[in-house]
Structures are given as C-alpha cells and as structure tokens.
C-alpha cells in the first residue's frame, strides 16, 4: 500500500499562493501608506502587483476547476458510478494533483469493495436458486434489487403454472395479490424483518387464486438493506378456510 503522507516537493502551489500574497500585501501596503519613500523602490515595489495578481488567478482557476471536478465525482459516486475517477493534470504536480490521486485511490477501494459485494450477492443468488431447484418444500425466491420471484418447481405445481419467473409488478396490477404484496413490501421495505401471515397469490390467467401459509424470511446485507427474501409456502384447502 501507498504512503499517505505529502510529498513536499508537490506543494509548491501552497508556496506560490503564499508568496503572491505576502507580494501582494506588501506592494498595497508600500504603495498606500509609504508615500515618502524612493521612487524606484515604489516602482520596484509596484511591479509586483502584476505577477502577484497572475500568480493568485492561476492558484484560483486551478482551485476552481478541482471544486468542480470533485462535484461532479462525488455526484457519480452518490449515483453509484465508481468506474471513473479523476483524469489527472498532465504536466503538472501539485496539491491539486495530489488530492486528485488520492480521490482515484478512494474510487478504485470503493470500486473494489463493489465488486466483491457484488461477487457475494452473486454467489448467495446461486446458492439460494439450488436450494430452490432442489428442496421439494414449496418456495418462492424475491429478488429485492430485480423485483423479480422465482418459483421453484414444487411452487409452480402448487399454482399450476409452467413459469418459474414473474416480475412483482405483474402480480401488483391484480387485486387479489395486495395481502400478498402488503406483506412483502413490510418484510422488505418497511419493518425489514421475517413476516408471516395468510395471503392469496393469483398469476395472469389463472381463473382463481391460490390461498397460502406464508413465511418470509429476509436476508440483509451490512447496510440493512434487504438484497433476497425467502418464501416458504404451505398451501391452505377450501376445507381448511
């Protein structure tokens, strides 16, 4: 891992500044309030004032345009872009440069943690569609990110379907399925925890819904965010309601 500590030789843009000012203030001050000096050193004097004022519009300009390059970095980041960083100055190294670096270290580590979160949700999604595929319980898999259920082939028998993927908002445009997606959107979004109860599941095309015992168990990530739920069905007969 890279030291964290400056370079001294890249604060010359600290040093510049501070030396533009001291000029600037003691050529005001020269000027101003010592009218009886000799006139060639007020003239020498005077004639600081110009590098001075260039010398403070470069040190503002170059501060300017890292004010807005850092805005427009951390608006990525808040979006979730962390594949690009800060395009670093050529030709020049300074404080500004070397702020710059340490923000594309900052986005290559947040780059990498992504990738290893996004590795593990990965693997548990396999991991969680093999328990699925291969439990002969009843089970339905929500995708909290995709907003997608899966339902595994015992589930599917249980609704009579062949389709084993159904985005949530399929099931939101019919009425029946509002207990059930009540008590999805509590366990997920809301309260964030496991939730039971007895709902009424109904697909597209299905002439009448399917009554059940519902057990949401959620899985949430360091965030508290809920990424997967899982859904353990126990069907209810008419004799049973």
């Known amino acids: 891992m890279k030291s964290l500590h400056r370079n001294p030789r890249t604060r010359w843009l600290t040093l510049l500044y501070g030396f533009a000012l001291g000029a600037l203030l003691a050529a005001l001050a020269v000027l101003c309030f010592d009218h ?6 007020r003239s020498g004097v005077g004639m600081l004032l110009v590098p001075a004022f260039l010398a403070l519009l470069f040190v503002g ?16 980041l808040l979006a979730g872009d962390y594949q690009s960083g800060i395009r670093p100055t050529r030709h020049l190294q300074d404080d500004i440069s070397e702020l710059e670096a340490l923000q594309n270290r900052l986005v290559q580590q947040l780059r990498e943690y992504d990738d290893l979160r996004t590795g593990r949700i990965r ?7 093999l328990l699925a595929e291969h ?11 995709k907003g997608v259920l899966d339902f595994n082939p015992a589930m599917s028998a249980i ?12 099931l939101r445009n019919l009425e029946t399925n509002t ?20 709902v009424t599941i109904q ?20 965030m508290d965010n809920i990424a997967f739920a899982l859904l353990f069905v126990k069907p209810i007969s008419d004799s049973d309601t």
């Open 36 to 41: 009886s000096g000799p006139l060639a050193l």
């Open 61 to 76: 300009l170059r501060l300017l345009r890292f004010r807005t390059r850092t805005h427009t970095l951390l608006r990525r």
């Open 123 to 129: 693997q548990l999604r396999m991991t969680l569609g």
């Open 135 to 145: 439990t002969i319980e009843p089970l339905i898999l929500f995708d909290a990110q």
């Open 159 to 170: 609704l009579g379907v062949a389709r084993q993927s159904v985005p949530l908002e399929t």
């Open 179 to 198: 207990p059930f997606d009540t008590l999805l959107t509590r366990a997920t979004l809301e309260e964030k925890s496991n939730q039971t109860g007895q």
């Open 203 to 222: 697909l597209p095309g299905q002439a009448t819904p399917k009554t059940l015992d519902l057990r949401i168990i959620v899985y949430k990530d360091k």
